[in-house]
């Protein structure tokens, strides 16, 4: 086995209502939690804008991702800001579900929805 440190690709992309869309792609674990952590420090440093994670091009995500996307949430609550998840694959749903976390996100059908309910917000 190979794990390559590449294997997460984030891109920010501000919208015109305010929220920074955050699209993932690759695999969110482990090795690649920090740089998302990194990404939602970045963004909640900007005035007030809220983070919309954009998870269409998510492959993978392990219990160690899901916790680097919990605290994301946190830490943007803590930052009098919002943090929203976004266009999730059905494997995607079924996993926020299964691990309850469709209690804490509300799940976003697209980014564009997302970015609606936060810039309403």
Not at 35 to 45: G, M, N, Y
């Amino acid at each position: 086995m190979n794990e390559t440190e590449g294997a997460l690709v984030i891109s920010a992309h501000p919208s015109r209502s305010g929220p920074v869309v955050l699209r993932l792609a690759g695999e969110l674990d482990h090795y690649t939690g920090p740089r998302l952590r990194q990404a939602v420090e970045d963004v909640l440093r900007g005035a007030g804008a809220g983070v919309v994670a954009d998870l269409s091009a998510l492959e993978y995500c392990d219990s160690t991702g899901m916790t680097v996307i919990i605290t994301a949430y946190h830490r943007a609550q803590a930052a009098g800001s919002s943090f929203s998840v976004a266009a999730l694959s059905p494997a995607m749903v079924q996993l926020f579900r299964v691990a309850g976390l469709d209690q804490l996100f509300t799940l976003h059908p697209s980014v564009e929805e997302a970015v609606d309910a936060l810039g309403a917000g």
